[in-house]
């Protein structure tokens, strides 16, 4: 089992910046990757940023230059740096992880509102 807790949402005008953490309750050395997804009102779960634990990231769609994922092994904690906010990236985000024996795990979810 792995547990991950989100932090960081909250309420943000446009053009601001937040940073989400995800921290995991397994070293995150011992799994496949961590990723940031997102949910608005509506849509379909998508993917944000993933980081693998060796290669390159990965971002959705439109997202790199605004958004940066990284991670510190030594905590166990992942972040998403999101910059120059918009409306639109008004959604639930969740940590997801995969252990190397392919099970997936989800966190409960921070809310981010970009609102003026």
């Known amino acids: 089992q792995v547990q991950l807790v989100e932090s960081g949402g909250g309420l943000v005008q446009p053009g601001g910046s937040l940073r989400l953490s995800c921290t995991s309750s397994?070293?995150?050395?011992?799994?496949?990757?961590m990723a940031w997804y997102r949910q608005a009102p509506g849509k379909e779960r998508e993917l944000v940023a993933r980081i693998p634990d060796a290669g390159t990231q990965d971002y959705g769609e439109s997202l790199k230059g605004r958004f940066t994922i990284s991670r510190d092994n030594a905590k166990n904690t992942v972040y998403l740096q999101m910059n120059s906010l918009k409306p639109e990236d008004t959604a639930v985000y969740y940590c997801k992880t995969r252990s190397h024996d392919d099970i997936d795990y989800w966190g409960q979810g921070t809310q981010v509102t970009v609102s003026s």
């Open positions: 397994r070293s995150i050395f011992s799994l496949y990757f």
